[in-house]
């Protein structure tokens, strides 16, 4: 009877597997046609999100046309994928939340690759790399050689809102005031005014503003985080991803990155 049951229990089964819903798969072929590269190569204009306040990464010339280190790196990728490029000029902390809700491409605006931010955004691998430096008061703060003396009571410390230095900042430097302002500009002129010990900014950016402010600022030059920019797309794109990278390969290899570099910051590092 065992023996019975056992036989009718496995003809059931067979008998289930072959009459039940078939299950789609998904094809490459799918993949392809869903992809954002398929989407942007037929729309034949690639939208990217940029806040036109970095120099020299980018900005706006007295023309008003946006110029600069990452609009190069956009324009040529528009070019190499034979489409129109757009730019989407916004406010820093509407890029992300433009991305994730298909309002933009992509964004290539000077933005660091986390590991927090990967969690809702997909990053190539980095076109360029630097590091968080500081710029000092000359007045509150000329004696600190190392942004470890900043971390103290009474210490002053100006951050732009939304940045891995607000992020830093506020892990790093918890016995420090931390000001928070929307433009760095703003974060700037509280250091050179003397209302702030330190402005915590890319390696770049430091440089130019204390070249700018040589009697009001000193600089910190050697940075003491890794900050790698790269380019952001939506999360779940292996073809619009793997075709990036392979952009940033090419580019890379033909000298066209190292070009590029040099025309942005040769005068500004010396290298």
Known sequence: ???????????????????????????????????????????????????????????????GNPVGFDVDIAKTLADRLGVKLEIKDMEWTGLIPALTAGKIDLIISGISGTLERAKSITFTSPYFTTGL??????????????????????????????????????????????????????CVQEVVAGRADAFFYDQISIAKHHKQNPEATKAILKPFTYEPFCIALQKGDFDWWQWLEMYLTTIKADGTLDALHDKYFKDILGK
């Open 1 to 63: 009877m065992v023996r019975f049951i056992r036989i009718i229990s496995l003809a059931f089964v067979a008998l289930t597997m072959c009459c039940g819903p078939a299950v789609s798969a998904t094809t490459p072929f799918d993949i392809y046609e869903g992809s954002n590269l398929r989407k942007i190569v037929q729309r034949g204009t690639l939208v990217v999100g940029m806040e036109l306040k970095f120099w020299p990464f980018e900005y706006v010339d007295k023309e």
């Open 133 to 186: 430096c500081a710029l000092l008061s000359a007045k509150r703060a000329g004696d600190v050689k190392n942004v470890d003396a900043l971390n103290a009571p009474g210490r002053v410390l100006a951050v732009k809102t939304g940045t891995t230095a607000d992020l830093v900042a506020t892990k790093k430097f918890t016995k420090a005031t931390i000001n928070r302002y929307k433009d760095e500009t703003a």
